[in-house]
C-alpha cells in the first residue's frame, strides 16, 4: 500500500478510536458526546480521502469523492455543535440543533443524489484523481467558514471575558489546534483543488490529528473525562491499529503467524491494562466522593461545635450570677452575718459552700472552653509584677491547704521582684489552677512548695507536691482537652480536665510554656510555667 494512503489511513483509525473511546467514556456529560461526534466526522473525512486515493474501481471512486466532501463539511458543523456545549456546559438550543441537522440533510441529498455540488471524479494522465465540481460547489465553502468562524469567534469572545486561567488555557488549546488544521486544510483541501491541484488533499486529513490531540488534552483539563484513563485507551488503540495494519500487510505465512501472535498478546495487555486503569479510576472517583462528603461533614461539625461553644458561654453566664449570689450568702452564714447557727447548720452549709464553689469552677472552665474555641479570649497585656501575682494565688490557697493538713510553702528564689508583660487575672487564674491542683492531689500532711526563679531571659515557676504522682504514659494526657488521668479521676471525680488545657492555652498565648515532670504513680509531681522576663520593667 502506498505510504501516504497508509499514513491516511492510520491517523483516521486513530482518530475514530478516540472518537468512540470519547462516546464510551462521556458519562452523560453533553461536551464528550459532541466532541465525539466531532472527531467522528474528521474520521470520516480520512476514511474518504484514504479510499478515495487508494481504490481503482469507478464506482468507489464517485462515491469516495461525494463522502469525503461530506465528512469535510460535516466536520464544521460538528465541531461549531462541540465549542457551543464545552462553552455552555449544556445542550445545544433545539433551533440552532434543528437548523443544523436541516442544512446537513438537505446537503447530504445533493451530495449523494445530484450532482450539484460534486460532479464525480478524474484521473488525469500522470494518474493523480481530482474532483468534478457542480454548480453549487461555493454551499461547501459557505458550509465551512460559517460554522468554523462562528465557532473562532465564540472561542475568542469567550476567552477574552473569562477570568478563570485555567479554562482560558483550554481555550488557548482548542484554538491554537483549530487554527493549525484550518490553515492547512485550507490550502491543501479547498484552494489548491480550485487550482486543480489534488495530489496534497491527503494532508489535510492527516493533520487533523494535531487538532484531535489539542482539544482532548483541553477537554481532559477541564475534567469532563478521567484523562488517565482516557490516555490509557488511546495509547492502546493507537499500538492495535498498529499492530493490525502490521498484520495485514504480512508476505508471508510464517510472518502473519507471528504477527498474529503479537496481535493477540498485544490485545490481552491491552484489556489487562485497562482493567486496572478503570479501578484505580473509580476508586479515585470514591475516594474523591467521600473526600467530599467529608468536607461537608466537617463543615456541618464546625456549625454544631459553634453552635456548642455558643451555648456553653450563654449557659455559664447565666449560672455564674445565681451561684455568685448562693456562695456569697453561705459566707455570710458561716461569718455569722444572720446569727449564730447550730453545729449541724454550719455543717450543711459549710457543703453547700464547698459544693457552690465546686461549680462555680467547673462553670469557670467551661466559660473559658468556649472563649477559646471562638477565639473571643483576650488579654490586657501590661507590666505585672508576676511575684505578687503568684504570692496572691498561694495566700488564696492557704486556708484550703490548712483544712487538709498540708503544708503549703511559696519562695521567692530570685529575692527580688519579677516582671513580665501579661494578663494579671489570666496568669493568676493559671497559678491558682496548678496550686489548687496541688492541694486537691496530695495527701493529708503532705507538702505543697511553689517556688519562683529566673532563668535568664525567662521567670520560671515551679509547683512541687509529694501527691499522688503522674506515670509516664499518662503525661501527654494532662495538657489536652476533656482528658484526665485515671488516678485525678478517683480523688476528684467533679473534674472536666478542662483546667491544665486553659492553662497552656494562655501561657502560650503570652509566649511562655508549661509542662510536668513526675517520678511516676505515688511519687508526687511538678508543674513547671516559663515566662518571657522584662528586662526594661526590671530595671524601673
Known sequence: MDPIILATLLVALIVAAISLIFYFQSQGYVASVAYSIFVFTAAMWGFGVSLFLWTSSPMLSDLSARFLYLAGGFTAPAFYFFVE???????LPRIKTFAIFVTSFILFILYFFSDFIIGGYFVTDTGIKGFLYGPGRLLFDIQLWVFMGLALLKLIKT???????????????????????????????????LLNIFQYIWIGPVSTIVWVILITYAITMHRLLNARLIATEIFVAIILIIFFIETSLSRTTDELIRKV??????GIFSYLLIRGTVREAEQREKLEVLTHDLEIANEELKKLDQAKSEFLSIASHQLRSPLTAIKGYASMLLEGGFGKLSVKALEVITKMAISTENLIRLISDLLNLSRIESGKIQYEMVKNNVVKILDDAVDGLKIKAEKLELNLQFENRAGTELWAICDKDKIREVFINLVDNAVKYTKRNGKVLVSINRMRDQIRISVKDDGIGISPENIHKLFVKFARVEDAARVDPNGLGLGLYFAKKVVEDHGGKIWAESGGSGKGSTFFVELPFNKESQNL
Open 85 to 91: 456545549t464545552f462553552i455552555s456546559d449544556s445542550k
Open 159 to 193: 476567552r477574552i471575558k473569562l477570568k478563570d486561567e485555567n479554562l482560558k488555557t483550554q481555550i488557548l488549546y482548542i484554538t491554537l489546534g483549530t487554527y493549525i488544521v484550518l490553515s492547512i486544510a485550507a490550502i491543501t483541501n479547498v484552494f489548491a483543488p
Open 261 to 266: 501472535i503479537l496481535l493477540i498478546g498485544g
